[in-house]
Structures are given as structure tokens and as C-alpha cells.
């Protein structure tokens, strides 16, 4: 999912594979990290069995923050 298919979305959650390429990181990593310590992330996270949802808003908010901090 890129960007602007994210913010398009009117989904209330996405996954790990959707907000992967977003931040450079691994789906494998994202789903580790909310497993073992979902509060590092920096964004929230629901765990649901072995599923990993993520608050497309919340998403949305930590990206833009992150923006930010950088200009």
C-alpha cells in the first residue's frame, strides 16, 4: 500500500504488510515488535491470535508527526 492509498482507505484498520513499505521496515519485524513490545512501535497496535491490526487513523498521526520532527 503506498501512501496515498493509505490515506485514500476508509478502512479503520490496516496490517503490517500495508504499513511496511510506508516506514521501511519488514512485515516480519512489525508483527515481532507489536508481539513482544507493541509499545515501542510508536503507534498502536491490536493483536488479535496471531493477526496484527493496526488504527489506520493512529497511523496516519504518528507518520505525519514524524514529518514534522524532520523539517
Known amino acids: 500500500m503506498t501512501w496515498n492509498e493509505l490515506l485514500a482507505s476508509e478502512k479503520p484498520f490496516v496490517l503490517a504488510q500495508d504499513v511496511a513499505p510506508i516506514i521501511g521496515a519488514s ?13 515501542s512501535l510508536g503507534f498502536p497496535v491490536t493483536r488479535i491470535g496471531s493477526r496484527t491490526y493496526i488504527p489506520r487513523p493512529a497511523f496516519i498521526r504518528f507518520v505525519e508527526e514524524g514529518i514534522r520532527e524532520v523539517v
Open 27 to 39: 512485515e516480519h519485524a512489525i508483527r515481532v515488535q507489536a508481539r513482544d513490545d507493541p509499545g
